[in-house]
């Protein structure tokens, strides 16, 4: 019954140059017309095994078989060609351009010998209306938000012809009604008889939408299942080999003073857009204050002006009673402020720099690690050593590339650092986005363990379950304000949530008002 | 990969690199040879073949081959300025700052501290080392004009520090021939240095009768070791590598981004600069360059060939310096044209600094590796479950 396979790829091996295995004989077929979910922690070998079926790795050995015929996918190219299209975590478009331009890079419509910017204007729009994916055709990469930038590498797959489709993650950046939007687009291609494979952790998406399962675990395919056949905890087990309490048990909050005071942040963004919006509230010690809202709505703004990457137009932020507004990143550090940023390979890590290297970088001039001109060695190697250990990251040594490790471990590094070095205040954004379920659960747990021993933490997260599981309380951003602030999060609903961040309802001035505690 | 496989790939990776580049000379000096007759031919092939390879290190006559310390020593030499400028490039490409500004550098140090040299009469050894850091100090400012370039203007340093050596170039001409220049001499060449300024000979024990091969080669040495604690055991170093690898991180981490890449250069000045002191005072009997020296530019190949790693700079300074000893030693024993003596330093260079050069085998072992890791994962699993059960 080969036949009934569009793809399939038997005993992959894949050994990269750095001597990982990262596939170790692993069998992984696609029906026509199904939605495969594929699953594992990471570092279980998806994303490598993906980026085989798109052409951008090699197998080290195995064979891929595409609508009957052995292919060697040398390319992403020759890939393409044989249908395959691949939507990657992070994204791989030209922010510089526009997103029709980025829409046909590579096979852009000529006049004469310029590119013909309305051609390609028009095949955006028309792809664009035919799967129902809104995009604006016109407007720079750069300036989109990131849930349009998903439907760009979507579409731009959908026009190269693909009828294989790879998500890698799609909803880890997605709202929920942003992720409902994104099924419903996914169920009627398939219908139209396109394949999808669909890399997610979320349990519930999966069982929502998928049709069939394989979950790898260590670099193999061990297991495959018809979806409605496994229940969301027994795939939980399978991937992980244990069962996961997703469900982070904390005391009640005893929030004391004031740590972070933000009033009045506004600004305006450069295309005139108010990305802030009159924004107040405290966090306090001992509290976690969480964060909610449809992605693109001021949190990165807001984050940004907090740790002075941008300058605000107007409005002050002080912690413990200092301001924190237009200094340098070393005086913020100083006094007391961390950060898990959002974008971790970006500012979180020196991908090429060691495990230990990336775990001093905010306090290499401390007098601990330093003997005069020169480093402490010593002082370094066993504070590396005790990271590494704390926080479970999984590698040879502390000497070990960063940039080698998977995913979740990275982020342990980030978050190793970030929580080691006696803050007052972590801002967290987004800190488990994308991450295995192991590496989440622990991040989690350390986030609320900091803040029951005193700290405050302002978590920002596009994940509704885990900002209203987290936080003590809880305001809501949308379009730039706060709309909505909840000093219980006990008694939330997913629905209550989703209509506030969607901005169909809003609170009175004095109800958000009670999250300035004065 | 472990480290004994990883030795092995890099042994047969530069004995391969070295044969194949040989082989392809040799073909190129083949067609070029002197001689009639096949055999002519291939007799003075051999000929330039046995030149460049041990041509530096000995004479090679009739009576046999015999070892020539003057020759090592004039190898050794060659080092000096050139490892001065490879650390400079190292330090300054480490920041991700490629600036180029080496060649100038060793060029306006040479001539700075050739004036102090001059014109400053100081005791003797004070003389030296004043005149050196001078020089040093003197670039190092200068490279101040790429780096805050960069830093407030966000002018690229590269395309500023290349124009910036021919500015220097042509300003030091000027100022010889306006001001410096000896009107009784029929070059242009400065007034004799000052006896107290001169770096001495290292010594003139009989292996190493060289005039050439000064102190200036131990304090370059001393450098390396410096450099090498600076980059790797300082936090300095250490900012300016993470800054390299990524700045937004860098800054994030509450690194003084902007400050670090100005002292990357000012250091990278620096070390160009003393290193151009240390070759005109340890070499020169007046200061009489017209011409940029071309040092700044090997330091650039260097710095790659090292990786960037100051220890490493003085391997591949002795590889360059042999290279054009043996190319020198061709050209002049074995008729082979100046011409080709670039092509094949060229085609050397080419495979040595090929990195995908042999990637397949690589590769193989890598796997290798892995399986054999997994495997040995799978056995020990295995004995665990036995000892548990």
């Known amino acids: ?518 | 990969m472990s480290k004994k496989r990883q030795i092995t790939f890099s042994l047969v990776r530069g004995a391969l690199a070295i044969l194949i580049a040989l082989l392809v000379a040799m073909l190129l000096i083949f067609i070029s040879a002197g001689g009639d007759t096949f055999g002519a031919k291939l007799a003075a092939t051999g000929e330039a073949l046995k030149q460049l390879l041990v041509g530096p290190l000995f004479r090679v006559n009739t009576n046999g081959v015999s070892f020539e310390g003057k020759r090592l020593a004039d190898i050794l030499a060659a080092m000096i300025p050139t490892t001065f400028t490879g650390l400079a490039v190292c330090i300054m490409f480490s920041a991700n700052q490629f600036n180029l500004g080496a060649e100038g550098g060793i060029m306006l140090g040479a001539f700075v501290s050739g004036i102090v040299a001059i014109y400053v009469p100081m005791p003797p050894v004070i003389h030296a080392v004043a005149a050196v850091l001078i020089g040093g100090i003197a670039v190092g400012l200068v490279m101040l004009i790429p780096a805050l370039l960069k830093v407030k203007l966000d002018v690229s340093e590269m395309v500023c520090s290349l124009m910036l050596n021919y500015i220097i170039m042509y300003f030091i001409k000027y100022l010889m021939n306006a001001y410096y220049a000896d009107k009784s001499k029929g070059q242009i060449q400065t007034y004799p240095f000052l006896n107290s300024s001169r770096i001495a000979p290292l010594g003139s024990s009989p292996i190493f009768n060289s005039a050439k091969l000064t102190v200036g080669f131990v304090i370059a040495l001393i450098a390396v070791v410096v450099c090498g604690l600076f980059m790797y055991r300082s936090r300095w170093g250490y900012q300016i590598r993470m800054i390299g690898i990524n700045q937004d991180f860098a800054k994030y981490s509450g690194m003084k981004v902007g400050f670090i890449i100005v002292i990357s250069q000012l250091i990278g000045g620096f070390l160009s600069g003393a290193g151009g002191g240390i070759e005109m005072l340890g070499r020169y009997p007046t200061f009489s360059w017209s011409a940029l020296p071309g040092y700044g530019w090997t330091g650039i190949t260097i710095a790659i060939l090292a990786g960037n790693n100051p220890l490493f700079v003085p391997l591949a300074a002795f590889f360059m310096a042999y290279l054009q000893k043996g190319c020198d030693m061709m050209a002049t024993y074995a008729n082979v044209p100046m011409q080709l003596i670039d092509i094949v330093q060229g085609v050397i260079f080419l495979f040595f600094a090929a990195e995908q050069f042999l990637s397949k085998y690589r590769q193989k072992l890598v796997v290798k590796t892995a399986q054999e890791e997994i495997a040995a994962k799978a056995a020990l699993a295995q004995e665990g479950g036995n000892a548990n059960g």
């Open chain 1, 1 to 518: 019954m080969a036949e009934e396979y569009v793809v399939q790829m038997k005993k992959i091996e894949k050994v990269y140059s750095n001597g990982v295995a990262a596939n170790q004989g692993v069998d992984f077929n696609l029906k026509k017309g199904e939605i495969h979910a594929l699953m594992g922690e990471n570092g279980a070998g998806k994303s490598t095994l993906m980026k085989m079926l798109f052409g951008m790795e090699q197998p080290t050995s195995g064979e891929i078989v595409i609508n009957g015929e052995s292919v060697v996918l040398s390319s992403p190219s020759v890939a393409i060609s044989k249908g395959i299209g691949m939507v990657h975590q992070h994204f791989m478009l030209v922010p510089s351009l526009s997103v029709a331009e980025n829409m046909v890079l590579g096979m852009a419509p000529r006049k004469g010998l310029f590119v013909d910017r309305a051609k390609c204007v028009e095949i955006t729009k028309e792809y664009s209306e035919k799967f129902n994916l809104h995009v604006e055709p016109e407007m720079r990469v750069a300036d989109i938000p990131v849930g349009m930038k998903q439907k760009v590498e979507i579409l731009k797959a959908l026009v190269r012809g693909a009828k294989i489709l790879i998500l890698d993650e799609p909803t880890a950046v997605l709202t929920a009604q942003e992720t409902q939007e994104l099924f419903k687009e996914l169920i009627s291609l398939k219908d139209q008889g396109y394949t999808i494979v669909f890399i997610s952790h979320k349990l519930n998406e999966i069982k929502e939408i998928t049709n069939r399962i394989t979950i790898m675990r260590n670099g193999r395919s061990m297991w495959v299942y018809e979806t409605e056949k496994v229940t969301k905890e027994e795939i939980s087990r399978l991937m992980v080999g244990r069962d996961v309490v997703l469900n982070v048990q904390k005391d009640e909050a005893k929030p004391a003073d004031t740590v972070l005071k933000v009033r009045d942040l506004e600004y305006v963004n450069e295309w005139n857009k108010k990305m802030l919006d009159h924004v107040s509230f405290d966090v306090r010690k001992g509290e976690i204050l969480g964060i909610a809202g449809v992605e693109g709505n001021g949190q990165k703004e807001l984050i940004d002006m907090l740790f002075s990457m941008d300058t605000p137009d107007s409005g002050s932020a002080e912690v413990q009673g200092k301001s924190i507004i237009g200094i340098n990143q070393q005086k913020i550090r100083e006094m007391g402020v961390s950060l898990v940023p959002e974008d971790r390979m970006l500012y979180g890590i020196a991908g090429k720099a060691t495990i230990e290297e990336n775990v001093i970088s905010d306090r290499s001039g401390s007098k601990k690690l330093n003997n005069g001109p020169l480093f402490n060695m010593k002082a370094i190697h066993e504070l590396s050593e005790q990271l590494v250990k704390d926080y479970t990251v999984l590698c040879k040594s502390p000497k070990q590339q960063v940039g080698m490790l998977s995913g979740g471990n990275i982020q342990k590094v980030v978050v190793a650092r970030e929580f080691s070095n006696d803050p007052v205040l972590i801002l967290a954004d987004q800190p488990t986005r994308g991450i295995d379920v192991g590496a989440t659960e622990f991040i989690r747990k350390k986030l609320v363990e900091l803040s029951r021993s005193g700290i405050a933490v302002l978590l920002v997260s596009a994940d509704l379950a885990e900002v209203m599981e987290l936080s003590d309380s809880l305001i809501v951003m949308h379009d730039g304000k706060i709309v909505a602030y909840f000093e219980d999060t006990k008694k939330l609903t997913d629905e209550e949530m989703g209509e506030y961040m969607l901005g169909l309802k809003e609170q009175s001035p004095e109800e958000i008002g009670r999250v300035c505690h004065e």
